[in-house]
Nanobody
Framework: VQLQAYGGGSVQAGGSLRLSCAAS????????MGWFRQAPGKEREFVAA????????VIVDSLKGRFTISRDNAKNTVYLQMDSLEPEDTAVYYC?????????????????WGQGTHVTVSS
């Protein structure tokens, strides 16, 4: 499975971005997908996950109300809608495909990772 993430960029605080991650090589509709991020000088952290059908999502508590994860299995794509962005959201965002069908917070459950897309939020 190859994952191509795009949609990152530079935005001012309060703005929005929508990240997309398209999977190729095989269908991922039976697997959970997720987003993680890594800020400069920090460890990678979980952001959001979605189960195989899109009926269950998990968002890290600190981002609830601002970030939304969704997927389109017909397009083999997962999305991360990010609103009311803050400078603290600046990071490289990675999408991943889980080896399981449920929405997982744990990085070790993810089998395939994308290359990351940069998000920079200026104040």
């Amino acid at each position: 499975v190859q994952l191509q993430a795009y949609g990152g960029g530079s935005v001012q605080a309060g703005g929005s971005l929508r990240l997309s991650c398209a999977a190729s090589g095989r269908t991922v509709s039976n697997y959970g997908m997720g987003w993680f991020r890594q800020a400069p000088g920090k460890e990678r952290e979980f952001v959001a996950a979605i189960n195989w059908s899109g009926t269950n999502t998990v968002i890290v508590d600190s981002l609830k109300g601002r970030f939304t994860i969704s997927r389109d299995n017909a397009k083999n794509t997962v999305y991360l809608q990010m609103d009311s962005l803050e400078p603290e959201d600046t990071a490289v965002y990675y999408c991943a495909v889980s080896g399981y069908s449920y929405a997982s917070k744990r990085g070790e459950t993810y089998a395939f990772w994308g290359q990351g897309t940069h998000v920079t939020v200026s104040s």
